[in-house]
Nanobody
């Protein structure tokens, strides 16, 4: 079992930045591959970014070049730096542990709201 707690969401104007954090416990963090997903109202939960245990990273096309996923194994934390935010980035953002080979999520955090105003 893994416990995940996200933080860092909020309200920001278009073009602004936010950094989300996700603190993990219950498993050796350095062995975990982690992902960020988001769900806008009335839409499905979508993949945003992933970082493998090896620290290789992957992004959805919609955020490539604007978002950066990173990890600090000493702090058991994964981050999502979001720059040049757009109104369409508005969603609840979730972190999750993922399978390293296909990014299938296993354990979820509770989510944090990100709202981008135009």
């Amino acid at each position: 079992q893994v416990q995940l707690v996200e933080s860092g969401g909020g309200l920001v104007q278009a073009g602004g930045s936010l950094r989300l954090s996700c603190a993990a416990s219950g498993r050796t963090f350095s062995n975990l591959s982690m992902g960020w997903f988001r769900q806008a109202p009335g839409k499905e939960r979508d993949f945003v970014a992933a970082i493998r245990w090896s620290s290789s990273t992957y992004y959805a096309d919609s955020v490539k070049g604007r978002f950066t996923i990173s990890r600090d194994n000493a702090k058991n934390t994964v981050y999502l730096q979001m720059n040049s935010l757009k109104p369409e980035d508005t969603a609840v953002y979730y972190c999750a542990t993922i399978l390293w080979n296909n990014f299938t999520p296993r354990y979820w955090g509770q989510g944090t709201q990100v709202t981008v105003s135009s």
